[in-house]
């Protein structure tokens, strides 16, 4: 005996009908023992049993976290990449001429020592550097005496006058130099320095050296000569020498 079960949306507007067949809203089927008939409501996802869903894809999996911060420039969930400023882009921050003396005061005498004196020291400026607040701080490193007549000297000290010493004049220093000839001599000094830029998280040493010229001093070299005289030029005023 051929069973025939008819199965019935709640709803009327989608019940098995003749007008839902002709319009293939209907599902049949046929196990040989019985014949199911099941209707779909307009828009759904048919099947007797037919689920209402939204539509479309499941949700893809949530992005993963990002890697832990561990830099010391951390800044939440992102790093600030570290900037490497180059003596070009330093250069306008430098300190000015350093002050350059010689002793004694601009005349000398042939081979004696005359003493010279480059002074500098630590110099930082605030300013911008690539759109950012920024302070760059020079150090000397060394200094570099010209004494004008062909020679020069390298120091790690731009020297002390006679009086910081405790030294009379015409006393050797580390940057003394005696000429060995009279004349008009043109003596000058440069100070060599190292950089340091600091964008507001620790100093960055910046690549190389930067010479800056001190002063220049002219001189005047002369020639003495003594003789044994029995009165001074006070006493004697038309003695040999006065």
Same mark, same amino acid.
């Given at each position: 005996m051929l069973t025939i079960l008819l199965l019935a949306v709640l709803t009327s507007a989608t019940a098995c009908n003749s007008n839902a067949q002709a319009a293939g809203l209907c599902s049949i089927s046929n196990?040989?023992?019985? &014949?199911?008939? #099941?209707? +779909?409501?307009?828009?759904?996802? %048919? #099947?007797? #049993?037919?689920? !209402?869903?939204?539509?479309?894809? =499941?949700?893809?999996?949530?992005?993963?976290p990002p890697p832990a911060c561990t830099d010391s420039l951390c800044r939440g969930n992102y790093s600030v990449v570290v900037l490497q400023p180059t003596l070009s882009d330093v250069a306008s921050f430098a300190p000015a001429s350093a002050p350059f003396v010689d002793e004694p005061d601009g005349v000398g005498i042939v081979g004696m020592p005359m003493n010279f004196v480059a002074t500098a020291g630590v110099h930082e400026q605030a300013g911008t550097l690539f759109d950012l607040p920024v302070t &760059?701080?020079? +150090?000397?490193?060394?200094?570099?005496?010209?004494?004008?007549?062909?020679?020069? !000297?390298?120091?790690?000290?731009?020297g002390q006058t006679w009086a910081a010493l405790g030294r009379a004049q015409f006393? =050797?220093?580390?940057?003394?130099?005696?000429?060995? @000839?009279? %004349?008009? /001599?043109?003596?000058? @000094?440069? &100070?060599? /320095?190292? @950089?340091? @830029?600091?964008?507001?998280n620790g100093w960055i040493d910046v690549p190389g050296l930067l010479d800056i010229p001190a002063g220049t001093t002219t001189l005047q070299i002369v020639d003495v000569k003594t003789a044994l005289v029995d009165k001074t030029c006070l006493e004697n005023p038309r003695g040999p020498g006065c």
């Open positions: 196990t040989g023992s019985s &014949v199911e008939i #099941g209707a +779909t409501r307009p828009g759904g996802s %048919g #099947g007797s #049993g037919g689920s !209402r869903g939204d539509g479309g894809d =499941a949700e893809a999996a949530p992005a993963p &760059v701080r020079f +150090t000397p490193t060394s200094y570099r005496f010209i004494y004008g007549d062909g020679t020069s !000297r390298d120091s790690p000290t731009g006393s =050797a220093t580390d940057t003394s130099h005696a000429y060995a @000839a009279r %004349g008009t /001599y043109t003596a000058s @000094a440069t &100070v060599r /320095y190292a @950089a340091q @830029a600091n964008f507001g």
